[in-house]
């Protein structure tokens, strides 16, 4: 059991180009979450999906889109790319939105944006 | 002011010792609780959710204070492979919209032997 996969591992990115996160789980979970993780600032919600079809905004949505096609999948993407997108970013799944649901984690993507 | 926040250390200590680790949140919504545990360029994983009665797993101790906002991680006898950044999290639902999970930024242990 794969858990929740993430690609790329890592990516270099010119500034204005347009790229795509992807984020992959076999839980079967309904609720999925994208986060970015910088350095003295911990984790932070960019956009989060209670089940397949529907998305919300998180704390810092601005400059990233997400589709939730089907339940699995929930990639991130980034219209045009600026540096301080520069980050770790981070997919996560629960089983739901609850109260104690305990959210899982991918390995993550780390994003240079240059 | 943010959500959640901790104490980000380092905290430095040798095999065997108790440390303990505190996190205040802000929200007196905030209806649930938990202690994550990230290793060095890993993901966060889940150490122990946090009971209002309190909750003990092994090693570990969380205890929860809603009257004063505030909650503890106890790691007694600590090993060297303790050593990691220990996240404090609260979910806050707002009105209708569903929980969220709120991150603290961490509070880095070394473990020495």
């Known amino acids: 059991i794969a858990g929740i996969t993430q690609a790329p591992t890592s990516q270099i990115l010119a500034a204005g180009r347009r790229m795509t996160l992807r984020c992959t789980q076999d839980m079967r979970h309904n609720a999925m979450y994208w986060y970015r993780q910088d350095l003295g600032l911990g984790l932070r919600l960019i956009h989060y999906?209670?089940?397949?079809?529907?998305?919300g905004k998180g704390e810092v949505p601005d400059g990233y889109s997400v589709s939730r096609a089907n339940t699995d999948d929930f990639p991130l993407t980034l219209a045009s790319a600026v540096p301080s997108q520069t980050s770790v970013y981070f997919c996560?799944?629960?089983?739901?939105?609850?109260?104690?649901?305990?959210?899982?984690f991918g390995p993550g993507t780390r994003l240079t944006v240059l | 002011r943010k959500e959640v926040e901790q104490d980000p250390g380092p905290f430095n200590v040798p095999e065997g010792a108790t440390v303990a680790f505190n996190c205040t949140y802000s929200?007196?919504?905030?209806?649930?609780f938990f202690w994550y545990r990230q290793d060095c360029r890993k993901e966060p994983k889940l150490l122990m959710s946090v009971y209002s009665s309190g909750n003990e797993d092994g090693r570990f101790t969380a205890q929860l204070n809603r009257a004063s906002q505030y909650i503890s991680l106890l790691i007694r006898d600590s090993k060297l492979s303790d050593s990691a950044t220990y996240l404090c999290?609260?979910?806050?639902?707002?009105?209708?919209?569903?929980?969220?999970?709120?991150f603290g930024r961490g509070t880095q242990l070394t473990v020495w032997p």
């Open positions: 996560a799944s629960s089983d739901s939105a609850g109260m104690w649901d305990t959210q899982y």
């Open positions: 929200n007196s919504a905030s209806q649930s």
């Open positions: 999906s209670n089940t397949a079809g529907t998305t």
């Open positions: 999290v609260v979910n806050l639902w707002r009105g209708s919209t569903l929980g969220r999970l709120y």
